[in-house]
Structures are given as C-alpha cells and as structure tokens.
C-alpha cells in the first residue's frame, strides 16, 4: 500500500529557477514530515522536516509547505543550482523522528547550467 | 565525527545464499534501522532495534533477520537469498527520537 505519492518523477529546472516537489500521504496519523536528498553512491541526507503544527518551514533556500486538511506537503527550492542535482523523498512518520519512515518514491531533480 | 558506516560496499550472492550485512552507528547513537531501497524506488523499511531490542519491523518475509550487539552496532542477515533480494541495503542510525542519519548502503546483488 502506497501510503506516501510523490510527484513528479522527474523535474528540469534551469539555473536559478525554483523547483518544486509534491507528495500526499493517506495515514492522517502521520506527525512527522522530512525530505531527504540522495546523491548517486550515496546514502540519503536529511533536508528538512516539518511536523504538522505549523504550515511552513524555511531553511536557507529550502521551503517545505504543509497543507493538513489537504494531506499535502511540498518542497521548494529557491534559486535552483546545478548542485542540488539529485534524488528528493518525502517521507512521513508517526511519533518520534527516529521511528519507521514511510517513503515516497522519490524526485530525480536536475538543474541545468 | 564518523557517520555511519556499513560493510561491505558491495557484495555479490547467488541464489539460495545467505548473507549478513554490518552496520556501524554514529557513537552515542543506540538506535539502529534497517532499510531495502530498490533501484529507482524509495527506500523501504525492515527493522528498527534500539537497546538492542527489536522495537519495529516492516513487511518483510521471516528470511530477513537482524540483531545488535552492545556496543550498538548491528548485522542484518537474509537467509535463502532470492532474485528480488537485489537492492541498496541502507542502515540509519538516530538517537531516540531523533532524526535518522543513513549510512551509505550495502548494494547486493543476486544472481
């Protein structure tokens, strides 16, 4: 069962553009939301999290937005650079931070020069 | 600080093997998961141990098992490896209730 949907597959953005990721979970008692950015050969690095008594949260050129009514959250990067050229997640858990990730499946973002 | 760490890199088995994968944590870290990432997918979870007690495990057939030892590090075995077993074995290790930091896997490969 595909509790976390992301969207899109795959994503272009020019240099300086922003990119924009989408997921939808189905379990409302989800309580615990990060990303994480997946560089090939390389395990995955948490991003940003954001837990769903707030409805944004900004780190540096990373945004994530979280819609509860909607089941929705998104991630924005600002002022996309080549070096963000990577895999994204979204996933969501129930609890502590710590406890099972339920994944999405994932976001191949590149950015052209 | 060394993150974590798992052995080996890689690792190729035939079907019908076993094997055992190594996971090191991050020190003053004792909670330790277990994840399956198949090429092109998110990763999956299997097993999350904590105090060396098993505190979660995902949907997973009874092949795939997992301990760790006292100095909290951990080893995942699957026994009668199948074709499907193919996959990025990803260990995260965390503080309780903290935020998970992955390792960089173990890709297997089976034949």
């Known amino acids: 069962q595909q509790q976390v949907k992301q969207s899109p597959q795959s994503l272009i953005v020019q240099k300086g553009g922003i990119s924009i990721i989408n997921c939808a979970y189905e379990?409302?008692?989800?309580?615990?939301f990060p990303w994480y950015q997946q560089f090939p050969g390389k395990g995955p690095a948490l991003l940003i999290a954001?837990?769903?008594?707030?409805s944004e949260k900004k780190e540096g050129r990373f945004t994530i937005s979280f819609n509860k009514s909607a089941k929705q959250f998104s991630l924005h990067i600002m002022d996309s650079q080549p070096g963000d050229s990577a895999t994204y997640f979204c996933a969501a858990s129930i609890g502590t931070s710590g406890s099972r990730l339920t994944f999405g499946e994932g976001t191949q973002l590149t950015v052209n020069p | 600080d060394a993150g974590v760490t798992q052995s080996p890199t890689h690792l190729i088995k035939t079907r019908g093997q076993h094997v055992t994968l190594r996971c090191s944590p991050i020190?003053?870290?004792?909670?330790v998961s277990w994840y399956q990432q198949v090429l092109g997918q998110g990763p999956q979870f299997i097993f999350q141990y904590y105090e060396k007690e098993e505190r979660g495990r995902g949907n997973f057939p009874d092949r795939f098992s997992a301990r760790q030892f006292p100095n909290y590090s951990s080893e995942l075995n699957v026994n009668a490896l199948l074709l499907g077993d193919s996959a990025l074995y990803l260990c995260?290790?965390?503080?309780?209730?903290?935020?998970?930091?992955f390792g960089n896997g173990t890709r297997l490969t089976v034949t």
């Open positions: 379990n409302t008692a989800f309580d615990y």
């Open positions: 954001i837990r769903p008594d707030v």
């Open positions: 995260a290790s965390s503080l309780w209730g903290g935020p998970l930091h």
């Open positions: 020190s003053g870290h004792k909670s």
